[in-house]
Nanobody, 127 residues
């Protein structure tokens, strides 16, 4: 059974950086596209970025304006989200999700297109 476990969240100050990780198990990561999402209190889950199964395509939502970078290491079965210049409005629970993505096919960071989810890691940006 597929399992995704997020880690690396925490409390940071505005302007700082943080990298969250998504550990994948129960399958071969190279067969799956991975997306990162977040949900702030009282708000709907928001798609941030996704990366195709072999890393050939990365897709970001425009609102991130280049602050976030998604990457993957299939040999380590881990996907990362590097977040720079964090702002208080980035405070949320961050989730990764997986979906089968054959032949490095294009992905979109849309929650409905991902079937397996992790439990999330809290990121708090505050001074």
């Amino acid at each position: 059974q597929l399992q995704l476990v997020e880690s690396g969240g925490g409390l940071v100050q505005p302007g700082e950086s943080l990298r969250v990780s998504c550990a994948f198990s129960g399958g071969t990561l190279a067969y799956y596209a991975i997306g990162w999402f977040r949900q702030a209190p009282g708000k709907e889950r928001e798609g941030l970025a996704c990366i195709s199964s072999l890393g050939g395509t990365r897709n970001y939502v425009d609102s991130l304006k280049g602050r976030f970078t998604i990457s993957r290491d299939n040999a380590r079965s881990t996907v990362y989200l590097q977040m720079n210049n964090l702002m208080p409005e980035d405070t949320a629970v961050y989730y990764c999700a997986a979906e089968v993505g054959p032949e490095d096919s294009y992905c979109r960071p849309i929650a409905a297109e991902f079937g397996t989810w992790g439990q999330g890691t809290q990121v708090t940006v505050s001074s």
